[in-house]
């Protein structure tokens, strides 16, 4: 073998090991990683009312706080619990009429910084070292502090909990996908509106990007 095929070879070789190394594509795994974020996303007074009164609302809401229950109680840092916070200033300056989700949420009049509205959920508020981040749009990985608090810790692994599956689930998972984080939704702790869309949303769109797992599961793996 001529001198110049081994060093070729040898390269090849390195770049193999490196890339095994450095790249764990597995998202089957029967553990979570120690740098996961647990993502709990818009948990507030003026979102959670927006859901009908019905079953379904009771155990979206009884099965998110089992889930956050059993992430505090596991080994994984406070600061790897993440809740997104979305708000706006009176006059909603930061809302274009071209955009004809945030558009509606004026027009209600709710989620105003300060008002009792943005406040977050009674039985999902962080804890005094948990993390809080503000945000502006749908994705909570969008012009918001997450990035810099995933890339702070090393973090390439999220799981992600809240309302609404049309809206900041499917966002932030579409948009961290694309940027190669590993992704778990926790299918009974994320609801929508409309159920026929949240059952669709999870078996045939977001399944393409992410694990789909029950609260059952999850703890399994903490």
């Known amino acids: 073998m001529r001198v110049e095929q081994l060093i070729y070879l040898c390269f090849l070789a390195s770049i193999l ?11 089957t795994s029967k553990k979570f990683p120690g740098s996961t974020a ?8 003026g979102i959670v009312g927006l859901l009908p009164n019905t079953p379904a609302t009771t155990s ?6 089992n889930w956050l229950e059993a992430v505090r109680a596991s080994e994984h840092g406070p600061t790897q ?39 977050f959920y009674s039985t999902m508020q962080p804890a005094e070292n948990e993390i809080q981040f503000d945000k502006r749009r749908t994705s909570a990985a969008y012009n918001s502090d997450l990035l810099t608090l995933l890339d702070s810790q090393c973090i390439r692994t999220v799981v992600l909990t809240g309302l609404f599956t049309s809206g900041v689930v499917l966002a932030t998972t579409r948009q961290l996908a694309d940027m190669d984080f590993t992704i778990y939704i926790i299918q009974d702790a994320v609801i929508d509106p409309n159920s026929t869309v949240n059952e669709v949303l999870l078996d045939s769109v977001l399944s393409s990007q992410a694990t789909i797992l029950t609260v059952a599961e999850a703890k399994k793996m903490l």
């Not at 105003?112 to 943005?118: K, Q």
């Open 17 to 27: 090991v490196t890339v095994d190394t450095k790249c764990n594509c597995d998202s």
């Open 38 to 45: 647990f993502l709990f996303l818009d948990y507030e007074v």
């Open 60 to 65: 979206f809401l009884d099965k998110s706080l």
């Open 81 to 119: 619990i993440m809740f997104s916070h979305v708000e706006f200033r009176p006059g909603y300056p930061e809302v274009s009429c071209q955009n004809i989700q945030f558009s509606g949420i004026a027009q209600l009049n709710v989620i105003i910084e300060g008002s009792p509205t943005a406040e």
